[in-house]
């Protein structure tokens, strides 16, 4: 098992939806922030802590450690994104979690990746494999929370999670303008 870094800790996340009462999902907020980063949008720190707090959905403002929590969730998810070890850690519940609420997990975010994706503007269209990944991405939001433990569906579910993590990263490449330097760190809120 991969260690995940701290910013990719899904029960913290969790906790922190919990305590604002939200209405999203840690994994589809993490989608929607990739699907924006892969679809060639960067925000500042206060225009992704704004939309980070529409996507949560929860009551009132974010206190300051969820924040901080979000901002680390943003600079660690944009680092992967643009370094060269072909690294992305989706916000997931850990492996020990049942096999049906990572399922559920890896719908939501597939779910939040199709919603920030589809909110930036692009010029031009989509290569027929990056037509054919969001088709794939609308089919794994579906996902059905039925699943059983077994060795069969833990298998099938790293398959698709794995599908997930590489065709990101294509399209990621696919989307970038070409005038951007890919290791431009967003401006800070401090």
């Not at 969730?73 to 989706?90: C, H, K, P, R, V």
């Not at 794939?136 to 790293?158: G, K, P, W, Y």
């Not at 294509?170 to 951007?180: I, V």
Request: hydrophobic share 45%; glycine share 10%.
């Amino acid at each position: 098992m991969a260690l995940i870094p701290a910013a990719f800790d899904y029960d913290r996340f969790d906790q922190m939806f919990a305590e604002q009462g939200a209405a999203g999902f840690p994994a589809e907020l993490h989608g929607h922030l990739v699907g924006r980063l892969s679809a060639g949008s960067r925000l500042d720190h206060g225009a992704w802590l704004e939309v980070a707090r529409e996507v949560i959905d929860g009551r009132g403002s974010l206190p300051e450690a969820a924040r901080v929590q979000l901002i680390q969730l943003y600079d660690a998810t944009l680092a992967q994104l643009t370094g060269s070890g072909f690294e992305l850690s989706l916000l997931l519940p850990d492996d020990d979690a049942a096999i049906e609420r990572r399922a559920l997990a890896l719908g939501q975010w597939c779910e939040g990746f199709l919603g920030g994706f589809g909110l930036v503007g692009r010029e031009g269209g989509l290569s027929d494999e990056g037509d054919s990944v969001l088709a794939d991405f609308a089919a794994i939001a579906q996902v059905q929370t039925d699943l059983e433990e077994s060795e069969a569906n833990e298998v099938d579910f790293m398959e698709v999670m794995e599908y997930v993590r590489m065709a990101v990263l294509m399209l990621f490449s696919e989307c970038q303008p070409a005038d951007r330097p890919q290791d431009q760190p967003p401006a800070s809120l401090h």
